[in-house]
């Protein structure tokens, strides 16, 4: 039985501050603007506020390049406004989280400045610098926003490593020093009231020592050195250090966003007796759709593995350790456009993918606008792009003669700024997100979907996620019932029991993944008396059910249902 805990009872909400609301008329979102709309978050009920980072950033990557980790970024505001943003939170009752990026800085940042200036300086060593090899890289390894991962500096005549952007340095978690300044910046939040760390790429701090060259393998991540730096040896010694140094003496809430760790590797991240972190962000739902090269390399997913995936994560992580459930976030494509359908069947396929998020095992996180069905864009011009990856893969792919309209295509698809474009409060212009010039435009569909129209609307999208989030609250059978999988082979349906042996409570739910359909047949040891709808996203549906009405079930596109057995 797993441990009860607030935050696994929570509902995260992610916010990207740029893109969120804008207060003051300059066209990027910031605190007073999220500060605005707290009352929008208590009314749709969540419990955890996730904010992308708001440190000083010359802002290459939005914030994700830091230079000051103790200070406000001007456009988002002040220090005041940071503990309004976080009073304003607490008195509703909601927790704040922040976004921990600490595998690099900014080279903005004054320890990379002091880093460059020679090689015998004191902050030298806070980075990773290598003379270079006959003429060229230190190794093969490449950036994840293309090119090599690393940048000749001539000052010093050597090189430094980026697996980001060159403006990214990595930190070198090897040095002792770099580490208890992190620890000590940690503290410094967490003593200002910070209930949580969301901790970017945290799997990617330990580089191996050696810094081979990635083998010619024609698959990601090994072609760009992923094997070489992502769960390296130390990794494990880096994240006990940091629960004996800071987390195990602050009662809060922790996710790692781990890229390439299964369920089984799991285990050693979020069991609760290695007390290291409570829950992962993993990626093997969001690169179901990714080729052998990567993310812009694009494939089919199917709903096989999608099953299998999450069944997996499920049972292994059952006994010891915590799900965390997302499908989007601010680099991935809008969840309705990716797994749903974000024409027809709009808001039938997004309530489906909600009910989805909401009903497993684990904490649910809600990527803003999702809660009201936001798509996917399509800017007719690369110069309405803003994401530094999408730019430099354009780039890219220009140089190697790859046809523009094609590279449009896979952008349209895969791009980051499709889950960046501002979130759609109104009608109004630049719906409502500012008065000013958006720093990216807003999707065209605003005047379609907006928070203003999903109010008024009973049978809205937000309509169902309040309600989904309040089942949650009132019944811990949502959030601690264990899992079982039903119909394993069916192509088109995911179902599954969920039990929670405290009040011998049964959920069902059956979710229909395409728009054609289909029939649910209840396995026949599964018995029970009635069953009594609590959601679903046609109006119609069956209020109580008894067996025999599952003995041949049609399911309409995208049906999803939920019923309680006895
Ligand atoms: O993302 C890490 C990461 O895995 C991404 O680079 C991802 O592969 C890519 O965005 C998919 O398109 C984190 C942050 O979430 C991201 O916004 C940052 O750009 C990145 O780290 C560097 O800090
Ligand atoms: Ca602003």
Request: charged share 25%.
């Amino acid at each position: 039985m797993p441990k009860k805990k607030w935050w696994k009872e929570s509902v995260v909400y992610q916010i990207y501050p740029r893109s969120f609301k804008d207060s003051n008329g300059d066209g990027t979102g910031d605190l007073q603007g999220i500060i605005s709309k707290l009352d929008y978050l208590k009314y749709l009920g969540i419990s955890v506020l996730w904010i992308s980072p708001v440190y000083h950033s010359p802002n290459v990557d939005n914030g994700y390049d830091i230079s000051d980790y103790r200070g406000i970024m001007t456009e988002m505001g002040t220090m005041a406004d940071w503990e309004a943003l976080r009073d304003g939170l607490h008195s509703r009752g909601m927790k704040l989280v922040m976004d921990l990026v600490v595998n690099h800085t900014s080279d903005q940042h004054r320890w990379f400045q002091e880093s460059r200036l020679s090689k015998d300086n004191p902050y030298r060593d806070y980075y990773i610098w290598r003379p270079g090899k006959e003429g060229k890289e230190p190794n093969n390894w490449s950036s994840e926003f293309s090119g090599s991962a690393w940048e000749y500096d001539a000052l010093t005549e050597e090189y430094y490593l980026h697996v980001f952007s060159k403006n990214q340095p990595d930190l070198n978690w090897d040095n002792k020093t770099v580490r208890y300044e992190i620890y000590d910046m940690m503290k410094w939040w967490l003593d200002k009231g910070v209930d949580g760390f969301r901790m970017d790429v945290i799997n990617m701090i330990a580089k191996d020592p050696e810094l081979p060259d990635a083998p010619p393998v024609n698959s990601s991540p090994y072609q760009w050195g992923g094997e070489f730096f992502i769960n390296g040896p130390r990794l494990r010694y880096y994240l006990r250090e940091m629960h004996t140094k800071v987390l195990c003496k602050y009662d809060l809430m922790t996710v790692g966003e781990t890229r390439w760790v299964d369920a089984d590797m799991a285990r050693f991240f979020v069991d609760e007796y290695r007390h290291e972190l409570n829950m992962l962000f993993h990626f093997e739902l969001l690169e179901l759709d990714y080729g052998p090269d990567g993310k812009w390399d694009k494939k089919a997913w199917e709903l096989a593995d999608f099953k299998r995936i999450i069944s997996n994560w499920q049972t292994k992580l059952a006994e010891s350790g915590w799900n965390s459930h997302f499908l989007s976030n601010h680099d991935h494509p809008r969840m309705v456009s990716r797994f749903g359908n974000d024409t027809t069947y709009r808001v039938e396929s997004a309530k489906m993918l909600a009910t989805l998020l909401h009903t497993l095992q684990g904490t649910p996180y809600i990527y803003q606008g999702d809660e009201i069905g936001m798509t996917n864009v399509r800017f007719p011009s690369i110069e309405h792009y803003r994401d530094i990856e999408t730019l430099n893969m354009y780039e890219e792919g220009l140089k190697n003669s790859k046809d523009p309209q094609e590279l449009r295509e896979i952008i349209y698809e895969k791009g980051r700024d499709n889950a960046r474009t501002p979130m759609q409060w109104d009608d109004s212009p630049h719906a409502g997100f500012t008065d000013g010039t958006p720093w990216i435009n807003v999707n065209s569909n605003y005047q379609e979907i907006n928070v203003e129209q999903a109010q008024q609307d009973p049978s809205s999208i937000l309509h169902y996620y309040r309600k989904l989030i309040e089942l949650r609250r009132q019944y811990p059978l949502f959030v601690y019932g264990d899992y079982k999988l039903l119909l394993p082979k069916h192509t088109q349906i995911y179902s599954y029991l969920r039990r929670w042996e405290e009040n011998a409570e049964t959920l069902l739910v059956i979710l229909n993944f395409f728009e054609e359909s289909t029939t649910f047949i209840l396995p026949e040891r599964v018995t029970f008396q009635t069953g009594r709808l609590l959601i679903a996203n046609y109006p119609d549906t069956n209020p109580v059910i008894e067996m025999a009405d599952l003995k041949d079930f049609t399911l309409r596109p995208y049906e999803a249902c939920v019923y309680l057995l006895d």
